[in-house]
């Protein structure tokens, strides 16, 4: 009656703070960005807080969809205060951000805290992540901290609960 593609699930081991592309690398993944842009907004308030910036302040918001294997596994929007003066070049965030903010401006992320929860897929992000509406998915957000302890990023990444599976190490 139909095909069904068997994916293996992609595996993250939870021990440090490591990007998405980092991530990718150790299992030998190769990834590939299908869609990502840049904009300068206007944060609400729950970005806001999480970044600890005042209600007139702009920031970045990045949006990328993530591939692996031909298929999406993850779809996220990452949020960064203003003054760190990024490049709005929405091709200069298609790889590593974690790399980018280390080489070309000197930010090391050196620890983080995310939070995961079980979440039933919007039509807008299961609509770039391939899936169904409703479909299961991880909700990832993330707050991390350079070498100064300032806040670097909020993001939050969501992944379709058959491709990618979680593992923590205690």
């Known amino acids: ?16 703070v490591i990007s998405f592309s980092e991530e990718m690398k150790l299992p030998g993944i190769t990834m590939k960005t299908s869609h990502c842009k840049i ?3 206007k944060p609400d308030n729950e970005v806001r807080r999480m970044l600890q910036t005042g209600t007139d302040e702009f920031g970045y918001c990045i949006e ?3 591939c692996a294997g031909g298929l999406p596994v993850g779809y996220s929007k990452t949020y960064l205060q ?6 709005l070049n929405a091709e200069e965030y298609t790889k590593s951000l974690y790399e980018l903010l280390d ?20 039509r807008s992000i299961a609509g770039f992540l391939e899936v169904n509406t409703n479909s299961p998915l991880f909700r990832r957000s993330r707050r991390t901290f350079d070498q100064n302890s300032d806040i670097v990023e909020y993001s939050i990444c969501y992944y ?9 190490n205690l």
Do not use: C, H
């Not at 095909?3 to 595996?11: A, G, H, L, Q």
């Open 39 to 41: 904009d300068l907004i």
């Open 82 to 87: 203003k003054g760190m003066n990024l490049s």
């Open 103 to 122: 080489k070309k401006y000197g930010v090391k992320i050196v620890n983080g805290t995310d939070v995961l929860e079980a979440v039933a897929a919007s």
């Open 160 to 168: 379709p609960g058959d491709r990618y599976k979680y593992t923590v």
């Open 1 to 16: 009656v139909g095909t069904t593609v068997v994916f293996r699930k992609i595996d993250e081991n939870l021990k440090q």
């Open 64 to 66: 990328r969809v993530r």
